[in-house]
């Protein structure tokens, strides 16, 4: 039974009419993680809502995580994952298998899901034509006060984004997906927090906006008190919750990328909750939208 009259879904189209012409032609990046990459029904919608902006006008770029997969190919081969400082300790060994999870399996898939809803879309990774140029990241471990730097392998960060090849496959009306893999001085591979990429590549294109896919509503400023929810949070004040502890844990990674995204050349950034339903277009396409937004 259809819950919507004729009506309600005219006035659903007219509301978001005014974002499509806002959008039109801008480039939007969005990082793919959390329960919306594991969830078979998530999955669906994720690629329901990429196919619709596409089909609007709308420039997607999508840049994919996959630590579950990495971990549970890492058991098959009786492989053990450690980590340190929340990053997964890389070994030689590690660093192919994440480059073959990764560039192989996870981002041929969702090229595939996308490919199959007639939207051209285009697998790279951080390697080719030197997309992601990477250097080595070293983990910070505190004991009590004291601090040090700790050498975990094939751990990188971005050094540059060559976003030239980005720029060519959006121009021929491609959907470009990214792995996070990034290569080193030598040709070697590392590793990097899909987080980070999303951010330095929606500075590097210029995007319209970050899109970075959780799998909690957003920021609060208590978590035990639902009241306390951030709708907007400047860059001021995002920088001041990370000093006083109340943006911690996994969230910090989130919100580092979007003050990076925003201090090279984004419009806005947004944590928004991949297991809601067509999470994006609630997000691009409403006025009330969804999750909590950074602003400069």
Known sequence: MD???PED???????????????????????????????DTLKEKVMQDVALMKYVGIRPVIVHGGGPEITGFLKKVGKQSSFVAGLRVTDEETVEIAEMVLDGKVNSEIVNLLNRRGVKAVGLSGKDAGLIQARKKLATVYEGEESKKVDIGYVGEVATINSGIIEDLLDQDYVPIIAPIGVGENGESYN??????????????EAEKLLLLTDIEGI????????TFISTLHLPEARQYIKEGIIAGGMIPKVEACLTALEKGAGKTHIIDGRLDHSII??????????TQVVR
């Open 282 to 291: 609630l997000e691009v396409f409403t006025e009330q939208g969804i999750g």
């Open 9 to 39: 879904k005219a006035a659903i189209l007219v509301e978001a009419l005014p974002y499509i012409q806002e959008f039109y032609g801008k480039t939007i990046v969005i990082k793919y993680g959390g329960n919306a990459m594991i969830n």
């Open 192 to 205: 990097i927090n899909a987080d980070y990429v999303a951010a330095e590549i929606a500075g590097a294109l």
């Open 3 to 5: 819950l919507f009259k």
């Open 220 to 227: 609060y400023k208590d978590f035990n008190d639902k009241d």
